[in-house]
């Protein structure tokens, strides 16, 4: 091997003390099999042809690796159509390198992958807290409505208070959930199966619990409240099931800015569009129920504040429960990362 080699791997980074070089003359000698048996323990071609780089790139997706290139000239095009992205350079790339691209850099500046990796990330992974706040609202809001029907007694919401919980579930509580700050721990991951769809069996496990808990919870506060021997539904009754069913909301969107990390891990102020967003959706719950003109829009009355921390108290525990099963999966997730190195030490 040229000495010429480790010398400028060296200089950025790459490690060919415990992993290889390989020329396109040795890849030559290789058949794809083999190319896909080595390919892992490479970090360095070099002297390589446009039929080596396409090479390189179908032996790394075999062995199941999500593949980025980068390219400038014409014959760099094929690689880059192959790839899982494609990078062109914007300023001294060729038409046909920015045609087969899947992005191009304007800047020239590898730093840009970096940064646009995380971003990726982060999108990705706000898309699934949205996904997982807004499925779990919309279940526990139908069944509520669909479970009333069945069990034959009166439904525990009117037409307005409906519209502002979807308003709530639409607005400016989940659109919140889309700007959480980037996780570090989420950027250190390798890249993700593309197989895998976005809703998996962990999301609709979460969404299920959290939706469950609220039914259940909306519901015993309207039975309840239905139980007080005034002989029919009263204002006082639907606003009860009302706010507290919008607490619920509120909680259950807390518990939802990560899937895995306990909300006092990533930061409680961390994300003030959230701590806003939820601020102004109770300050509007509370205008709703104190406010005259909006008491007469949405037949609500005033509670107490003993009704309030109450409500509070109820609907703080699909938050608590969500906390507790993160707490409890990452409990067995260092559990079992303690077993296996173990395993790998003996």
């Known amino acids: 091997m040229d000495e010429f080699i480790p010398r400028q791997a060296n200089l950025i980074g790459l490690d060919i ?19 896909e048996k ?5 970090s360095v071609f070099y002297r390589v042809t446009p039929k080596h780089k396409l090479a390189i790139v179908k032996a790394l997706q075999q062995t199941g690796n999500i593949v ?20 062109a350079m914007g300023k001294n790339g060729t038409d046909v390198c920015k045609e087969a691209a899947d992005m191009i850099l304007v800047d020239d500046d590898f730093h840009t992958i970096i940064a646009a990796i995380e971003e990726g990330k982060a999108i990705f992974y706000n898309i699934r807290n949205f996904v997982r706040f807004q499925l779990s609202t919309s279940i526990a809001a139908l069944s509520l409505i669909a479970l ?23 607005g400016p509580p989940a659109q919140s959930l889309g700007v959480e700050p980037v996780d570090q721990d989420v950027l250190k991951q390798k890249p993700r199966n593309v197989r895998q769809p976005m809703i998996t069996r962990s999301v609709i496990v979460n969404v299920l619990l959290s939706a469950s808990i609220i039914i259940l919870g909306t519901l015993w506060v309207f039975q309840r409240e239905m139980a007080d021997g005034s002989g029919g539904k009263t204002k006082r009754d639907t606003t009860m099931t009302f706010t507290c069913f919008v607490l619920f909301d509120m909680f259950n969107a807390l518990s939802c800015r990560s899937q895995t990390k306990s909300v006092f891990q990533i930061g409680l102020f961390s994300n003030k569009m959230f701590l806003l967003a939820v601020g102004f959706s109770l300050l509007g719950q509370l205008l709703v129920i104190y406010f005259p003109p909006l008491q007469m829009v949405f037949q609500t009355e005033a509670l107490t504040v003993m009704d309030l921390l109450f409500l509070v108290s109820l609907t703080s525990s699909v938050f608590i429960v969500s906390e507790l099963k993160k707490w409890f999966e990452r409990s067995m997730e260092r559990r079992m990362h303690k077993n296996r190195s173990e395993l790998d030490f003996v």
């Open 68 to 87: 980025g290139m980068t390219g400038d000239g014409v014959n760099d095009g094929v690689a880059l159509k192959r790839a899982d992205i494609g990078i």
């Open 17 to 35: 003390v415990h992993q290889q070089a390989i020329s396109g003359q040795e890849m030559d000698q290789l058949s794809d099999i083999q190319l």
């Open 38 to 42: 080595v390919i892992n323990n490479v």
């Open 148 to 170: 009333a029907t069945l069990m034959g007694i009166a439904n525990p919401l009117n037409a307005m208070q409906i519209l502002w919980i979807n308003i709530i579930m639409d």
